[in-house]
């Protein structure tokens, strides 16, 4: 058994599990933050995708143990104030989401890309989400989702 | 006059807690304290007899409960009932031999799921190899290994089904063409896996969480599985799923063995289905080998066809196949006008995993078949592929129409449906963009593909795969019906809830609902609160509830609508009794009971139900009290399917015309979208952003089993694709940017809203069009598209074959 | 799908990493980014006694580009050499075949390190250090050894590096100015392995011409086209030497059959995307 301490959502959070226990599985069961879901443990579906130090990354290929020190952002956290990111804005306004399941890991690489690529083409958009599977919503309103927000969180002219 | 909201893109109620992570799914569940942990053994053999188990490691591992075998299934639980007559023993899990590799074998219940799957590989299960066979065609030879040795045959069902004097069409036909196509197997892996927790009590009563779908008539057959009365069995479906497809129908034998488990472990157990173990058995869509005929004039008119199917069911017949071959009995004939047609069809069994509907259940089959035979037909006989279909289309005027099979086409206007297609894809311009490619000696493609979108399952169809003497017995009961409910309040303050028994799986239910209640009550769909959680024990249901078909856009929606209405009439029942003026002078307009000529006192919603829930001495005499209205909606065109086979498998019809242009890298044979055109009759669209997500899904799902996803065995029947490594799910990357949807509006003289389903939608029709695109880029080489999936490497091996000839 | 148990540490020096390999004899595994190494453990294909984690070893993280050699600490992120000005100046080969390696989740993770000792011979960084003449460097409890890509990869998935040791950098030769390159691959899916991909370099210097060639996913290993180099280098940059280079490269490598494609297949594509990333080379190559 190991002691994990981390930032989670800008809070100080911890915990005591198994150095073999996976970060998602940590998040949702330890930290209660189901928000991230799993979807394949294996790297491909990007369901799990979290931001670590500031970078997407999955945390079902992340020991809990290796999170250690480290300042996490799940979708939990997201929000501001009590209201949505202009990208959870724009998913909701363009239809990026049906049953939701891809959701959570789709924002924080989207929220991701568009950090290295405030202006991404649709080309670059689609190529940004690849990272992440969906089953329901063709990503056609999810390319839109996030070329709409790239539009809403540029800097203001003047 | 108050806003109508049914038909605008009206956002999701649903977003907010998915975009925020506060959503609640099947895995986010703990719906009650200690609950305990499955994993699952299975086995690594094809086919093997199962000689025994050594469980005693298992059981004395750190945080061990409870291991039960297929020992404990065969001694505590009945098979399921199968679709077919033949004796097909199918168990929750292998009790005598594994008829396929990932069939469980063994359940570990533990502490947590890293110390279940510890003492999972420690259960030892003594087996004895058997030989396999994967291929249909070859399990049906005489010296192939027999799966279920007491039916002696790996021959679930066969069925010849005669329409019309299909023989006299081919005497008399002017061209007959004959073709073999194989359609692969593949699901819909929703990136949500099964999820079950089960909670068997001392009081007997034993209760299930899972993202179940429906239909709901695996509750009783479940029930009957773990022998308890159905009114002890409660199915619990959480308000979020992630995604099903048709694919979480087929999740009912687990439950069966998960809360088998927890019954032995005394102790709630909670099973997550891991990706591996759903690719290796969850479920699928059958891989068919079909061979198809069509008979026509040289004028292009059909007379008639005959399609013989081998459908690939797997290891055993799970319900509700043999779907795969008759779900679409009624619209078999598709949008065309011919009459005369045999059907034969064979279930197969053999060593790969279960199958069950898959969006588009069976459809996509039919139609990658019947419209390759029509650009086929168009070759042979010099006619535009267009024009060949338009000379064989039903016309607007035959509708309703009955199919020779039995299907009722409640509405449509095909041709103009197909129209609009075409013009939207400058078809013509395509063709003269074609010809300059290829004259520059590149492969270009244009491909069109017509369906019939059947929506609202009638559960007689699938009587369709037993014999009609079999039938006609005196003790056997027909089946018939598609029934959904709704119970809509209204609160002492005036607001409203809707409660339904659905299962959706992204559908966006609750937004849907708040539009149509808000629509027929006069109100904002904020003033609706919708609560669509089914739970067997409170909830109106029947056994063809659920949320598959595409039933909502219709036998749902109607049901909303028609509680709406009951409600609404009540209230100005309620109204007029109050304003001491009859009914009839008195009419519910913009969310009040207002005389229907001059002036007078109107009373809205709220005043109306403050009196109602205050007073109900102010009610009319005979009025029941409380402000509430439960409507059962049932398709009265849901019939038992008759003695000739006859059989409206489906209660909606709606039509689908799309155009494909695709051009062939000559290097890499890679196939490249360069537009699609997809327009939909589906009725009344509720929901017009709702909709249209449904056709971009439904659309990747097509080209994934096209291009992409395929569950694949060596000939010995390993598994090769259990990862998503192996089993290619499409990206952004590959889902095409060059898509565009429009709407034809036929509606539905069968619903109160004129709405159809349409959540199946092109995943039924990309693999056709794709498929025809392909093969008229790849014409000049002589190829046709017979065999799916078009990978790059298959493509190529063909192209390279037809150069070399 | 969770990983087995093992004992974890986490050391913050590289001589705490050898010892500890060194005291499990075997039965330890080292982490890097775990993009390939906790999918394994995952599905328990790997279940190792131990696990030693270099990411907390804070040395092994660098770029660095001195005389003509631009060297990477094992653990630099792939995330890293994408964004990296230097990577960008000096080697932009590196640089385009890393927007090949997965999707940009992965890289945030992956390490340089991790993607040459995992040796998948349809990884891209693989190929990259085949082309480009680098080198790695590996130390183990008897000390420091360098290897050329030939005496480093083996086979499938198999290095010549020894259980207690840790490749600890890769070398790579700084591309001369003005030099040309392309990465041509072939997946299936964005983001996927490729089922093949070529990594060209080509530069002129001295009145003649220098070509570079590697495959991934053609083969066992990462196969260098030395003889399509030659072709280049004796006969010129034009079209017909690109065509006779590139039918030598589908005589040259020695692909198999899987799941995706079939050894044809691979072996044609190999001459298709030679040709495709000489062509793209020829036009990036300035002087
Ligand atoms: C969805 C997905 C897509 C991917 N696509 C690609 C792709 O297209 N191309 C590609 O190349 N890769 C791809 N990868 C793999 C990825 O690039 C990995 O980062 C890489 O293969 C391994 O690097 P790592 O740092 O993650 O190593 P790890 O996974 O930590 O380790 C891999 C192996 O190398 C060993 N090892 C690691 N570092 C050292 C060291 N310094 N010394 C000795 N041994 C060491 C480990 O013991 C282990 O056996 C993909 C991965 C995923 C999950
Ligand atoms: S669960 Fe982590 S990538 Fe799928
Ligand atoms: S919205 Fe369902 S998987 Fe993306």
Redesign the interface.
């Known amino acids: 058994m190991?002691d994990v301490r981390l930032t989670v959502n800008g809070a100080a959070r911890e915990g005591r599990c198994?150095?073999?226990?996976?970060l998602v599985?940590f998040l949702?069961e330890d930290l209660g933050?189901?928000?991230?879901?799993?979807?394949?443990?294996?790297?491909?579906?990007?369901?799990c995708?979290v931001l670590?130090d500031g970078?997407?990354?999955?945390s079902?290929?992340?020991?809990a143990?290796?999170a250690d020190g480290a300042d996490i952002t799940?979708?939990?956290g997201?929000?501001r104030d009590g209201r949505?990111h202009p990208l959870?804005e724009a998913?909701?306004?363009h239809?990026g989401?049906?049953?939701?399941?891809?959701?959570?890991g789709m924002?924080l690489?989207a929220l991701?890309?568009l950090r290295?690529n405030p202006a991404p083409s649709?080309d670059e958009?689609?190529?940004?989400?690849?990272?992440?599977?969906?089953?329901?919503?063709?990503?056609?309103?999810?390319?839109k989702a996030v070329r709409a927000a790239a539009v809403a969180l540029a800097p203001k002219p003047g | 006059m108050s806003e109508r909201w049914i038909g605008k893109?009206v956002?999701?109620v649903?977003?907010?807690?998915?975009?925020?992570?506060?959503?609640t799914?099947i895995?986010?569940h703990p719906p009650v304290g200690n609950v305990h942990h499955a994993a699952i053994v299975r086995s690594r053999h094809a086919h093997a007899r199962i000689l025994g188990y050594d469980v005693s490691k298992a059981l004395a591992a750190d945080g061990v409960v409870a291991v039960i075998t297929g020992e404990d299934v065969a001694k505590e639980t009945k098979p399921f009932a199968v679709g077919v007559t033949t004796p097909v023993h199918y168990y929750c899990a292998a009790t005598d031999k594994a008829r396929f590799v990932g069939e469980p074998v063994a359940v570990v219940v533990a502490r947590d799921r890293?110390l279940a799957e510890d003492a999972a590989e420690l259960v030892e299960v003594a087996y004895e190899p058997l030989p396999a066979v994967i291929d249909p065609e070859k399990a049906l030879e005489p010296d192939a290994p027999v799966l279920h040795e007491k039916a002696g045959t790996n021959l679930a069902g066969h069925r010849r089904l005669v329409y019309g004097d299909p023989d006299r069409a081919f005497r008399e036909a002017e061209v007959v063409l004959r073709e073999r196509f194989r359609f692969p197997k593949y699901g819909?892996?929703?990136?949500?896996?099964y999820g079950i927790i089960a909670r068997w009590e001392l009081d007997g009563v034993c209760t299930v969480w899972s993202n179940f779908m429906g239909p709901f008539i695996m509750h009783p057959l479940t029930a009957r599985v773990l022998g308890l009365a159905e009114n002890k069995l409660r199915f619990i479906v959480p308000p979020?799923?992630?995604?099903s497809?048709g694919i979480k129908t087929s999740i009912y034998p687990y439950i069966a063995l998960i809360a088998l488990a927890s019954k032995h472990a005394g102790v709630p157990v909670k099973w997550?289905e891991?990706?591996r173990e759903h690719l290796l058995a969850s479920s699928s869509g059958t891989d068919r080998i079909a061979y198809r005929e069509v008979a026509a004039k040289t004028d292009g008119t059909v007379l008639g066809m005959r399609f013989k199917w081998l459908d690939n069911v797997g290891g055993y017949i799970r319900s509700p196949e043999p779907g795969c071959s008759f779900r679409p009995t009624g619209n078999f004939v598709g949008p065309y006008r011919f009459q005369h047609l045999e059907v034969d069809a064979s279930v197969v069994m053999t060593n790969k995993s279960l199958t069950g509907p898959n969006r588009g259940y069976a459809c996509g089959h039919l139609y990658f078949e019947t419209e390759g035979m029509m650009d086929r037909l168009a070759e042979k006989l010099g006619l535009d592929p267009v024009e060949l279909r338009r000379r064989n289309l039903l016309r607007p005027e035959q509708f309703p129409y009955r199919t020779p099979t039995g299907g009722y086409y409640d509405s449509g206007d095909y041709p103009a449906t197909l129209d609009k297609a075409i013009g939207i894809a400058r078809y013509d311009e395509l063709r003269r963009e074609q010809a300059k490619a290829r004259a520059a000696g590149r492969w270009f493609g244009i491909g069109v593909a017509l369906a019939v979108d059947p929506s609202v399952s009638n559960m007689g169809y699938v009587a369709t795969a037993l014999d009609p003497q079999f039938r006609a017995k005196p003790e056997y009961l027909p089946k018939s019906g598609a029934v959904d409910s709704a119970t809509i309040k209204v609160d002492p303050l005036g607001r409203v809830t809707a409660i339904l028994g659905t299962t959706p799986?992204?559908?966006?239910h609750q937004t849907i609902v708040a539009q149509i209640v808000a629509d027929e009550l006069g109100l904002t769909p904020d003033d609706v609160t919708v609560v669509d959680e089914m739970d067997t024990f409170t909830r109106v249901w029947s056994i063809s509830s659920g949320t598959y078909s595409s039933r909502f856009g219709s036998v749902g929606t109607s049901a909303v609508a028609l509680a709406a209405r009951k409600l609404r009439a009540k209230l100005v029942d309620y109204a007029a009794h109050l304003m001491e003026r009859p009914v009839a002078d008195v009419e519910f307009r913009d969310g009040a009971v207002r005389p229907r000529a001059g002036k007078g006192p109107s009373y809205s919603v709220k005043d109306l139900a403050g009196r109602a829930h205050w007073n109900t001495e102010s009610l009319p005499e005979g009025m029941e009290p409380g402000l509430q209205a439960t409507a059962v909606f049932g398709f009265t065109v849901s019939k038992a399917v008759d003695a000739e086979d006859r059989v409206n498998s489906s209660n909606t019809y709606g039509f689908i015309a799309e155009v494909m242009a695709v051009e062939v890298d000559r290097q890499t044979a890679a196939i490249r979208i360069l537009k699609y055109v997809t327009v939909h009759d589906a009725g009344t669209i509720i929901n017009p952003?709702?909709a249209?997500?449904q056709?971009?899904?439904?659309?990747?799902?097509g080209l994934g089993g096209a291009l992409y996803e395929e569950l694949k065995y060596d000939e010995d029947g390993q598994f090769l694709t259990g990862?998503?490594?192996d089993y290619l799910?499409p990206?952004?990357?590959?889902?095409p940017?060059e898509?565009e949807i429009a709407h034809v509006v036929s509606p539905s003289p069968l619903t109160p809203l004129g709405s159809k389903g349409l959540g199946e939608s092109s995943s039924m029709t990309v693999p056709a069009v794709i498929a025809n695109a392909v093969s008229d880029a790849l014409a000049p080489l002589g190829l046709r598209i017979t065999e799916l999936p078009m990978t790059p490497s298959s493509l190529w091996h063909l192209i390279r074959d037809a150069q070399k000839t | 799908?969770?990983?087995?148990?093992?004992?974890?540490h986490?050391p913050s020096t590289l001589d705490e990493a050898i010892a500890l390999l060194v005291r499990y004899g075997g039965d330890a595994k080292v982490l890097a980014g775990?993009?390939s190494l906790?999918?394994l453990?995952?599905?328990r294909l790997a279940r190792p006694a131990a696990?030693v984690?270099l990411?907390r070893i804070r040395a092994l993280a660098y770029i660095r580009d001195e005389n003509g050699l631009v060297r990477f600490g094992a653990m630099t992120r792939q995330?890293t050499i994408e964004?990296s000005p230097v990577v960008a100046r000096r080697l932009p080969l590196l640089r385009e075949a890393t927007r090949w390696v997965?999707?940009?989740?992965?890289r945030?993770?992956g390490t340089i390190g991790g993607s040459i000792a995992h040796a998948d011979p349809s990884a891209e960084y693989p190929a990259v250090l085949t082309a480009l003449d680098g080198e790695v460097v590996a130390r183990g409890p008897k000390g420091e050894r360098t290897l050329a890509p030939a005496a480093l990869f083996e086979t499938y998935l198999t290095t010549t590096l020894a259980a207690d040791e840790v490749l600890t950098e890769v070398r790579l030769p700084a591309m001369p100015e003005g030099a040309g390159w392309a990465f041509e691959e072939f997946a299936r899916?964005?983001?996927d392995f490729a089922i093949v991909g070529v990594a060209a370099a080509l530069w002129r210097g001295g009145g003649r011409v220098t070509a570079r060639l590697a495959t991934a996913g053609a083969g066992p290993v990462p196969r260098r086209l030395s003889e399509c180099e030659q072709i280049l280098e004796r006969d010129g940059l034009g079209d017909a030497a690109i065509e006779a280079a590139a039918r030598r490269a589908s005589e040259l490598v020695e692909p198999d059959t899987d799941l995706h494609a079939s050894a044809d297949y691979r072996r044609h594509l190999a001459g298709v995307l030679t040709a495709r990333a000489l062509r793209r080379a020829r036009e990036t190559a300035r002087g």
């Open positions: 190991a198994e150095s073999r226990k996976l599985d949702r933050l189901t928000g991230t879901h799993v979807g394949c443990e294996h790297g491909i579906c990007g369901a995708t670590v970078e997407a990354a999955r079902c290929l992340m020991l143990v290796q799940t979708v939990e997201l929000m949505l959870q998913f909701r306004e239809h989401l049906q049953c939701g399941f891809c959701t959570p924002l690489t991701d890309l290295v649709e958009v689609r190529e940004g989400i690849s990272a992440v599977l969906c089953r329901c919503t063709g990503y056609h309103g999810i390319v | 893109s956002k999701r649903e977003d907010f807690r998915l975009l925020t992570g506060r959503g799914f895995d986010d890293y819909s892996t929703p990136i949500e896996t979020d799923i992630g995604g497809f997550i891991d990706r799986q992204g559908q966006g952003m709702i249209e997500g056709i971009y899904g439904g659309a990747l799902h990862t998503f490594m799910v990206t952004a990357s590959e889902a940017a898509i | 799908m969770k990983p087995a148990k093992f004992e974890y986490a775990g993009q906790v999918p453990l995952n599905f696990l984690d990411n995330r964004f997965g999707h940009l989740p992965i945030s993770r899916r964005h983001g």
